[in-house]
């Protein structure tokens, strides 16, 4: 099987020399970045507010849940500096101060245990202050974290190389996994690759490649993405092996305003060598039902099927023709 992109030809980039090496990638699948930052410090109180909202829910609801057990704790602490002056508590007891200092902060005033001093008065309106903030701030935190919009776009796990009339095309796929629509939805294919200058000094660059059809007005279903390997691309003239070795990777961007939220999403994904197949083309996804409905069958969203070498008249028509039909 030929692992060319395209026949040996003179190219548009430039061949650095650089050793092969494990690929390492700028985005990973789930669609974050993978970067280790050297020399500076990371600080969970640098961007507090930044670091709220970003945070795995199990690490907000535990942070959250720490915070007031260590307020309560320190308040019921206080309780006991003052001595005695709690009214039906117990002398001595954290457990009696801890519990009164919970009624206190959430405003519940059950009146089996109240302030008796005026110590305890003083520091029940200190907390009582506490509490208010709190609640004000972890109802924030808890809202901004719910209403932020995100986008559920599923991207097929492969990219494929096939002809498109007669030129070698670089296809994947995405659908929209909810149950709305993406508003003026915009994809950006950008190749990016280690290089070596004419100084010697290493760079990684960025080169976009132009997409057959890069907008939507309405991305509701799926959309299969097309890259023409033509003399114009980027990758015209690049094998596998170039790819491999310049530790190269193709990165997808879609952006576009989600209806429901009426604000803007985005998403991310990349591509490496390993990922790309010559010489294959997408499953069928699109069907009708007996009774005239159109349905997609995403079981079958990541399946690819290879082509003939000597039969390319094998890629479906329709297929060559639109772009929102896989």
């Known amino acids: 099987m030929n692992k060319n992109l395209r026949r040996q030809s003179p190219e548009r980039l430039p061949r650095p020399a650089i050793a ?7 985005v990973n699948p789930s669609g974050g970045v993978e970067v280790i930052r050297l020399g500076t410090k990371f600080s969970l109180w640098s961007d507090l507010y930044h670091s709220w909202l970003t945070i795995p829910w199990i690490g907000f609801l535990g942070l959250i849940t720490l915070l007031y057990l260590a307020a309560n704790t ?12 709690i009214a039906n508590a117990e002398p001595g007891s954290f457990t009696d101060a801890f519990f009164f200092s919970v009624q206190t902060m959430a405003s519940i005033g059950y009146g089996a245990m109240y302030p008796d001093t005026l110590y305890t ?3 029940v309106s200190i907390e009582a202050l506490v509490g208010l903030l709190g609640i004000a701030m972890a109802t924030g935190l808890m809202f901004a974290r719910f209403s932020r919009p995100t986008a559920r776009v599923l ?5 494929v190389v096939s002809a498109d009339q007669g030129v070698p095309t670089l296809m994947f796929r995405m659908a929209n996994q909810r149950r709305n629509q993406i508003l003026e939805a915009q994809v950006r294919l950008t190749l990016v690759r280690n290089e070596v200058d004419d100084h010697g000094r290493y760079i990684r660059r960025f080169y976009d490649l132009r997409l057959a059809r890069s907008q939507s007005p309405i991305f509701a279903l799926t959309w299969l993405a097309m890259h023409n390997i033509d003399e114009t691309s980027p990758l015209h003239g690049l094998t596998l092996d170039d790819l491999d070795a310049t530790e190269a990777e193709l990165v997808v ?8 939220f009426a604000q803007t999403i985005h998403a991310r994904h990349s591509y490496i060598a390993s990922e790309i197949f010559w010489h294959h083309r997408f499953a069928d996804i699109l069907h009708h039902t007996p009774e005239g409905y159109r349905a997609v069958d995403y079981s079958r969203f990541h399946d690819i099927l290879p082509l003939v070498d000597d039969a390319p ?6 297929a060559q023709n639109s772009h929102e039909r896989r």
């Open 121 to 123: 008065n003083i520091i």
């Open 74 to 85: 320190i308040f019921a602490l206080l309780y006991l500096a003052g001595g005695n002056g």
């Open 155 to 159: 991207f097929s796990r492969l990219a």
């Open 253 to 260: 961007t879609l952006t576009g305003i989600d209806e429901t």
């Open 313 to 318: 008249e094998q890629i479906p028509n329709h």
């Open 20 to 26: 092969p090496r494990k690929t390492s990638r700028l």
